[in-house]
């Protein structure tokens, strides 16, 4: 069974050249399918492009990334309103809030979640979720909304274990990357991704962030890319005391559930 990243930044001008070779090893290293993040209006337009030319390998989300909530107009939300009707789109998000490095105001942040959340609700998307700093404000934005969305995923999981017990009890999803790898800031995650159960978690690479810090070799221009999911994959079964096997077939069928995609039998991939 092949794996499923759940979250890679394909639009992103690092993959502009060599775009069809990243998705050639991806598939190379047991990486069926992606859903490519939208975190901007240019970015989810971009993501469902590359979606709609890939004959059902590629999916897409549509929204804008707290970084960006200061650029998001009455426009804006016209447009993730449409992109929510279109089949490669999968979920609402990028979207939630970064107190870490605000280059968005926290007021506006917090107008912009909220409107992505009603998105979300009135069409009856998942929501793909960023929150970097901000948990007591995020939690209290994301409760008001859990009930009326049908999944949840809190995307590129770093956060401390009260913080994943919240996000459990919210019955959301979580999605694991490279940071598991990071042995200056997550080791602690190799601990905790034992208590995510094997039915809410999700792998991603979050290319071409997060390079996993464990690979060797290591890329000589140290970008992430999709085919490194199976090394991810390779750190959370060791971390969870599972075998590979194990891992895939319950973070793909997962995703599958999660993202309402086909069975890769019937996904053209």
Known sequence: MDLIDIGANLTHDSFHADLA????????????????????????????????????????????????????????????????????????????????????????????????????????MPLFLHQRDAHHDFLALL??????????????????????????????????????????????LRELVKLIPADRLMLETDSPYLLPRTLRPMPKDRRNEPMYLAHIRDEVAKDRGETREAVTEASTRTAERFFRLPELASAGV
């Open 143 to 188: 409760k008001r909304y859990r009930d009326k969305v049908p999944a949840a995923v809190v995307h590129c999981f770093t956060d401390t274990g009260d913080a994943l017990r919240d996000y459990l009890d919210l019955d959301c999803h979580i999605g694991i990357t490279g940071w598991i790898c990071d042995e200056r800031r997550g080791a602690h």
């Open 21 to 124: 070779d990243v998705l050639a090893r991806a598939s190379a290293h047991g990486v069926g399918r992606m859903v490519i993040t939208g975190a901007s209006r240019e970015g989810s337009e971009h993501a469902l492009s590359l979606a709609r030319a890939s004959g059902g390998r590629l999916f897409a989300t549509a929204g804008v990334h707290p970084h960006h909530a200061v650029d998001y107009d009455d426009a804006t939300d016209a447009l993730l309103r449409r992109l929510a009707t279109e089949p490669e789109v999968r979920a609402v998000g990028e979207t939630g809030l970064d107190y870490n490095r605000n280059y968005s105001p926290r007021e506006t942040q917090r107008e912009v979640f909220e409107r992505q959340l009603a998105i979300a609700a009135e069409f009856g």
